[in-house]
């Protein structure tokens, strides 16, 4: 992987600027060699939020994630709602709410994590694996920015403590998603998601009569779900277990086996 900075684009002065100093100095020769400024301070990367992590203690973080990735495929099969769906149906909301439902998991069971810099390969493990024809480089890499996301959107659940029965209505706001292309039963959906938020705002007010923002502040930190890509949830979580499997198959296999 190229980890160069890609803040360079703006010509050589910034793609090296301590040859650009050296060699600015010696055109104007405004100082001999003795009076040197070798305490120039030199250009800053802008690129701190891009570069691509991995976790720091993936043999733990990764076992606690697949066990909340299994509790998540079991909650959607133990709806009987979903299961009466068309197949189809199914696979579509799927594939569209597998990763704000695993976050949702995540921020349930309190899985904290923290990540570090991905190493960085060999020139020989390059010239070996031929990168440019390298799958890896098709998939999407986690990044400080995208980590940085995921852990905001975590705390916030977390400063919200919601109860068990409010994770789990919530859960069905976010499985039955009208707006999803190309669903048979998208009016039952509709009626679906209205019914969880309607139980949503029951729960809120029971638990909490006097906190007639809560139910508003559940579902604005819920939107922030969607803003986290399932290419990062996977290949920061599970391409460390699962190596060139494609997640989402997976998903299916588990969720369609009876």
Same mark, same amino acid.
């Given at each position: 992987?190229?980890?160069?900075?890609?803040?360079?684009?703006? !010509?050589?002065?910034?793609?090296? *600027?301590?040859?650009?100093?050296?060699?600015?100095? /010696?055109?104007?020769?405004?100082?001999?060699?003795?009076?040197?400024?070798?305490?120039?301070?030199?250009?800053?990367?802008?690129?701190?939020?891009?570069?691509?992590?991995?976790?720091?203690?993936?043999?733990?973080?990764?076992?606690?994630?697949?066990?909340?990735?299994?509790?998540?495929?079991?909650?959607?099969?133990?709806?009987?709602?979903?299961?009466? /769906?068309?197949?189809?149906?199914?696979?579509?909301?799927?594939?569209?709410?597998?990763? *704000?439902?695993?976050?949702?998991?995540?921020?349930?069971?309190?899985?904290?994590?923290?990540?570090?810099?991905? *190493?960085?390969?060999? /020139?020989?493990?390059?010239?070996?694996?031929?990168?440019?024809?390298?799958?890896?480089?098709?998939?999407?890499? *986690?990044?400080?920015?995208?980590?940085?996301?995921?852990?905001?959107?975590?705390?916030?659940?977390?400063?919200?403590?919601?109860?068990?029965?409010?994770?789990?209505?919530?859960? !069905?706001?976010?499985?039955?998603?009208?707006?999803?292309?190309?669903?048979?039963?998208?009016?039952?959906?509709?009626?679906?998601?209205?019914?969880?938020?309607?139980?949503?705002?029951?729960?809120?007010?029971?638990?909490?009569?006097?906190?007639?923002?809560?139910?508003?502040?559940?579902?604005?930190?819920?939107? /922030?779900?969607?803003?986290?890509?399932?290419?990062?949830?996977?290949?920061?979580?599970?391409?460390?277990?699962?190596?060139?499997?494609?997640?989402?198959?997976?998903?299916?296999?588990?969720?369609?086996?009876?």
């Amino acid at each position: 992987m190229d980890n160069r900075c890609l803040c360079a684009a703006s !010509g050589d002065r910034l793609s090296n *600027p301590i040859l650009y100093n050296i060699l600015s100095q /010696m055109d104007n020769s405004k100082a001999s060699q003795n009076s040197f400024n070798y305490t120039s301070i030199p250009h800053r990367c802008n690129c701190e939020q891009r570069r691509t992590v991995c976790l720091k203690r993936p043999s733990e973080v990764c076992k606690e994630a697949s066990a909340v990735l299994v509790k998540t495929v079991h909650f959607m099969k133990n709806l009987p709602a979903f299961s009466q /769906m068309p197949p189809n149906d199914q696979f579509a909301l799927l594939k569209s709410c597998w990763a *704000p439902l695993f976050i949702l998991g995540l921020a349930q069971e309190r899985v904290d994590f923290e990540v570090m810099d991905t *190493p960085a390969d060999s /020139m020989l493990k390059k010239i070996l694996l031929n990168r440019k024809e390298s799958p890896e480089m098709e998939r999407e890499q *986690p990044t400080m920015a995208g980590v940085s996301k995921l852990k905001s959107c975590l705390k916030k659940f977390w400063s919200l403590d919601l109860s068990p029965k409010e994770y789990a209505y919530l859960k !069905g706001t976010t499985i039955f998603n009208p707006d999803v292309q190309d669903l048979k039963a998208a009016l039952f959906v509709e009626g679906l998601q209205q019914e969880a938020q309607h139980a949503l705002s029951e729960v809120v007010q029971l638990l909490h009569p006097g906190g007639r923002e809560r139910f508003a502040r559940i579902l604005l930190t819920a939107s /922030m779900l969607q803003s986290i890509t399932p290419g990062l949830i996977s290949e920061l979580f599970f391409r460390p277990v699962i190596g060139q499997a494609d997640l989402l198959e997976l998903l299916v296999d588990m969720l369609f086996c009876r």
